[in-house]
Antibody, heavy 119, light 111 residues
């Protein structure tokens, strides 16, 4: 069974950078696209970007260009999301999700990581 | 405001059939596959439908989906109390540099 386990909750000040880890078990990280999706309190899902761990190619949502970096370390079977220049509107639950290479389904999800941005 | 438009809420009684619509454009639903996700309260989303109408293993056949032109719909038959959740459609959108978009979500209430 494929499982994604994310790092724990974070509290950050405005302007800071948050880094969230997402470790896969039950299969190789390279077998999937790894997506990052966030959900602000009481709001819907918002896709942020993805990485193909096989070649480290990335794709970022337009809203996050310049602030978001997604990486993957296949030796650690772990993907990472760095979001910089944090503002209060970035307070959300951040999910990683593993999906089929070649389509954009997200078949396996992490448990979510709450990021709170507050001064 | 989402590029994919869903009704904010739908409701039904146990055993009933309900549908959730997802309206897009030629840049997304009209030219790319649609996915549906179910999010139970306080949990991570779960893939319900992929490639327009395919169910992952373990998803009951009470859930079905279809597309027509620039719209998609999810149908749930034999409604059960445990179906009460938020449902999201998603698709790839070609209109900018290319990205995945979600609908705004639909809250299903089982009365």
């Amino acid at each position: 069974e494929v499982q994604l386990v994310q790092s724990g909750a974070e509290v950050k000040k405005p302007g800071a950078t948050v880094k969230i880890a997402c470790k896969i078990s039950g299969n190789s990280l390279s077998a999937y696209f790894i997506h990052w999706v966030r959900q602000a309190p009481g709001k819907g899902l918002e896709w942020m970007g993805l990485v193909d761990p096989a070649d480290s190619d990335t794709l970022y949502g337009e809203r996050f260009q310049g602030r978001l970096i997604i990486t993957a370390d296949t030796s650690k079977e772990t993907a990472y999301m760095d979001l910089s220049s944090l503002r209060s509107e970035d307070t959300a639950i951040y999910y990683c999700a593993a999906g089929s290479v070649g389509d954009y389904s997200m078949g396996h999800w992490g448990q979510g990581t709450l990021v709170t941005v507050s001064s | 405001q989402s590029v994919l438009t869903q009704p904010p809420s739908v409701s039904g009684t146990p055993g009933q059939r309900v549908t959730i619509s997802c309206s897009g454009s030629r840049f997304n639903i009209g030219s790319n596959f649609v996915y549906w996700y179910q999010q139970l309260p306080g949990t991570a989303p779960k893939l319900l439908i992929y490639l327009n109408n395919q169910r992952p293993s373990g998803v009951p056949d009470r859930f079905s989906a279809s597309t027509s032109g620039t719209s998609a719909s999810l149908a749930i038959s034999g409604l059960r109390s445990e179906d009460e959740a938020d449902y999201y459609c998603a698709a790839w959108d070609d209109s900018v540099s290319g990205y995945v978009i979600f609908g705004g979500g639909t809250k299903l209430t089982v009365l």
